[in-house]
């Protein structure tokens, strides 16, 4: 089933995201294919049930996740999916919320009063962190401040338990989905650019990525079903590989281009 990530929706993002950004149009549309396609959009929490042996998943689902809490999300997402009743998980960077957040300067976001109001049934909103950062090459220290804290404000922010948490940048490890679950988290979302499945990790979700340049083809298979692996499936070399050179980047203090 396509579990699919989306970041911003708007016409003039800024330019550190606009890569990551479809317009309201296209999402319409996606919402369209959706729709006509046959597929039937279930909350992230029915997935996750179905993971953890609980109630089976229509024969055709999908679930519509946003990560980092832009205010989009509250002025134009949120319209378009009450348009078509449609539910959604919000992943909220806590950090972002307020002045001085860890994106850069202009970055239209959520704040905590909006984010509130977004608190409503349709609506599932997760953590993704304090401060956005690749977790998988963080200290223990600063990985577990990350983890708990950011849960901790949007429980006492929303005043309940909030339990789906999505990795920045979708990076993981088993070291980082251990501190998850130690956190109370039950599941957490990666990105794989993979189908999820009812016999996947739900500390490990498979997301399908849509970026400025996913074409309607492409998205018109996702929603078919095709064109991307199913999860469950091994950690590749290559993705451990990658790991193990951003964490000698991190420990030597040194530019993505100086070792690149």
Same mark, same amino acid.
């Given at each position: 089933? &396509?579990?699919?990530? %989306?970041? !911003?929706?708007?016409?003039?993002?800024?330019?550190?995201?606009?890569?990551?950004?479809?317009?309201?149009?296209? /999402?319409?549309?996606?919402?369209?294919?959706?729709? +006509?396609?046959?597929?039937?959009?279930?909350?992230? !929490?029915?997935? *996750?049930?179905?993971?953890?042996? $609980?109630?089976?998943? #229509?024969?055709?689902?999908?679930?519509?996740?946003? +990560?980092? $809490? /832009? +205010?989009? /999300?509250?002025?134009?997402?949120?319209?378009?999916?009450?348009?078509?009743?449609?539910?959604?998980?919000? %992943?909220?960077?806590?950090?972002?919320? $307020?002045?001085?957040?860890?994106?850069? #300067?202009?970055?239209?976001?959520l704040?905590?009063d909006?984010?509130?109001?977004?608190?409503?049934?349709?609506?599932?909103?997760?953590?993704?962190?304090?401060?956005?950062?690749?977790l998988?090459?963080?200290?223990?220290?600063?990985? @577990?401040?990350? *983890?708990?804290?950011?849960?901790?404000?949007?429980?006492?922010?929303?005043?309940?338990? *909030?339990?789906?948490?999505? %990795?920045?940048?979708?990076? !993981?490890? &088993?070291?980082?989905?251990?501190?998850?679950?130690?956190?109370?988290?039950?599941?957490a979302?990666?990105?794989r650019?993979? /189908?999820?499945?009812?016999?996947?990790?739900?500390?490990?979700?498979?997301?399908?990525?849509?970026r400025?340049?996913?074409?309607?083809? @492409?998205?018109?298979?996702?929603?078919?079903?095709?064109?991307?692996?199913?999860?469950?499936?091994?950690?590749?070399?290559?993705?451990?590989?990658?790991?193990?050179?951003?964490?000698? @980047?991190?420990?030597?203090?040194?530019? %993505?281009?100086?070792?690149?």
């Amino acid at each position: 089933m &396509p579990v699919f990530l %989306y970041h !911003s929706v708007a016409v003039d993002p800024p330019s550190w995201i606009a890569p990551f950004t479809v317009s309201p149009g296209t /999402f319409a549309e996606h919402l369209d294919l959706i729709a +006509d396609s046959g597929l039937r959009v279930v909350p992230l !929490s029915r997935l *996750v049930a179905a993971q953890r042996g $609980g109630p089976p998943l #229509p024969a055709r689902a999908a679930v519509l996740t946003f +990560d980092d $809490g /832009f +205010d989009d /999300f509250r002025t134009t997402v949120l319209p378009l999916l009450a348009r078509h009743s449609l539910p959604a998980t919000l %992943y909220v960077t806590t950090g972002a919320l $307020g002045p001085g957040g860890p994106f850069p #300067p202009g970055s239209r976001m959520l704040d905590w009063d909006r984010l509130g109001e977004l608190d409503v049934p349709g609506v599932e909103i997760g953590g993704h962190t304090l401060t956005h950062p690749q977790l998988d090459v963080l200290p223990a220290a600063p990985l @577990r401040a990350e *983890v708990t804290e950011c849960g901790r404000r949007l429980a006492d922010a929303l005043g309940h338990p *909030v339990v789906s948490f999505a %990795y920045p940048h979708g990076y !993981s490890s &088993p070291a980082v989905r251990a501190r998850v679950r130690e956190a109370g988290w039950t599941s957490a979302a990666a990105v794989r650019d993979a /189908f999820s499945s009812a016999a996947d990790d739900p500390l490990r979700i498979a997301r399908l990525m849509v970026r400025a340049d996913t074409d309607r083809d @492409r998205f018109r298979r996702w929603t078919a079903g095709a064109g991307a692996p199913v999860a469950p499936f091994p950690e590749g070399l290559a993705t451990r590989g990658w790991r193990a050179y951003r964490r000698l @980047r991190e420990r030597l203090d040194v530019p %993505y281009r100086a070792l690149g």
